[in-house]
């Protein structure tokens, strides 16, 4: 995928990895996605091969088995020049993980009523930034378009005119921008804005009662303390703070800006592996393929994949429907995928931009995960 090419070049990787038991099934063995039984060991000797392989600095993992975290470590450093080792607080950049969490959340506002499904969004705020030949079209524009990558807009408007690149609802073009114009129309239905509170009411309606306590979209005083340094193509640090040319820290940012680690993302996994936290209908909506890919699609070419529901990409595989969502913000990578039919999860939190060559490593031990 062009959005996820391998980009690091070499770099001394110290590998230094802790086992997590708290809120996991203690055992010594785990169950692939295609049903073969690894043990702990082994696995982990697979991780640091594909890890020294790939020029990973540092990686936070977990494993879904039965609907239950069995498997979270971490490995590596959370800076490549003082080598300080990443520990079970590390916190990274989820990236584009911010879509899918951010669908869940837009799903609880619908089952409140606070937004309709498929009611057109310039009904609760017009768009200012639309240019003149489309504003029709974009009038047609709904949360279910957006959720599932229909609206025409582009990923990124950089400031300019937004022109629809086709009519709402007939086609597929991945789009922050349009995951943005939503989490604004939520803020402002709200009187909240699209800042600290909304990231509040985020925090109130989805990781509160996931147990997932230090998740966030804005900089807060715990990613002071524990959010670790992204690296860039040569392998150096990079940054692990908010800044100028970059994110500013206070923005909820709907399509990028999520923080979290593999346990605590795992928990959101969970919850779509349980349809728990939503009805059994709004979970069925979000996993449905919304959203199917033209013969001549990249992604579909690329990677098989097939479609997009609400938040997540869908993928047809020999163990069942794949659901997935990488994370691309250069110098940090993330990823997730579930199998409702094997009852498996993995996710993923990355410190550079060299992610993909370590899934195409692992799966060599953990069956087909992307």
């Known amino acids: 995928m062009k959005f996820l090419k391998p980009i690091m070049k070499n770099i001394a990787v110290v590998m230094f990895a802790i086992t997590t038991l708290t809120g996991c099934a203690q055992t010594k063995n785990i169950k692939t996605v295609d049903g073969k039984t690894l043990s702990i060991a082994t696995l982990n000797t697979a991780i640091e091969k594909a890890m020294n392989e790939s020029k990973l600095p540092g990686l936070s993992i977990a494993i879904i088995n039965k609907k239950q975290l069995v498997y979270h470590q971490v490995f590596g450093v959370s800076n490549s020049n003082t080598k300080e080792p990443l520990n079970n607080q590390s916190m990274f950049e989820g990236a584009s993980l911010s879509k899918p969490i951010f669908a869940y959340f837009v799903m609880k506002m619908v089952e409140n009523g606070t937004i309709e499904l498929d009611k057109p969004l310039h009904e609760y ?16 524009i709904t949360a279910r378009m957006v959720l599932a990558h229909q609206t025409g807009f582009p990923n990124h408007a950089n400031n300019q005119p937004i022109k629809l690149a086709f009519k709402p609802g007939t086609d597929f073009m991945y789009s922050g921008e349009a995951y943005q114009y939503l989490a604004a129309v939520i803020g402002i239905k709200l009187g909240v804005g699209f800042k600290e509170a909304l990231n509040q009411l985020f925090q109130e309606k989805v990781t509160e009662p996931l147990n997932m306590p230090h998740t966030t979209f804005v900089w807060d005083d715990y990613l002071e303390s524990h959010k670790v340094f992204g690296h860039n193509n040569e392998g150096q640090p990079t940054q692990n703070k908010p800044g100028e040319g970059r994110w500013s820290g206070k923005t909820f940012n709907a399509f990028s800006s999520v923080h979290s680690e593999a346990s605590e993302f795992s928990k959101f996994i969970i919850a779509m592996l349980k349809k728990e936290g939503l009805s059994e209908k709004s979970i069925d909506e979000m996993l449905k393929e919304q959203t199917q890919f033209k013969n ?24 069942g429907t794949m659901h997935l969502h990488t994370g691309n913000n250069h110098d940090f990578q993330a990823y997730v995928m579930f199998v409702p039919e094997q009852e498996y999860g993995l996710v993923l939190f990355t410190n550079c931009g060299n992610m993909l060559p370590f899934i195409k490593e692992i799966s060599k031990t953990l069956g087909e995960q992307f």
Do not use: C, R, V
């Open 125 to 140: 705020l017009p768009h200012p930034g639309i240019s003149p030949e489309s504003q029709d079209d974009y009038k047609l």
């Open 296 to 319: 001549d699609n990249a992604m579909k070419l690329e990677t098989g994949q097939t479609g997009w529901g609400l938040g997540f990409a869908q993928k047809p595989t020999k163990n």
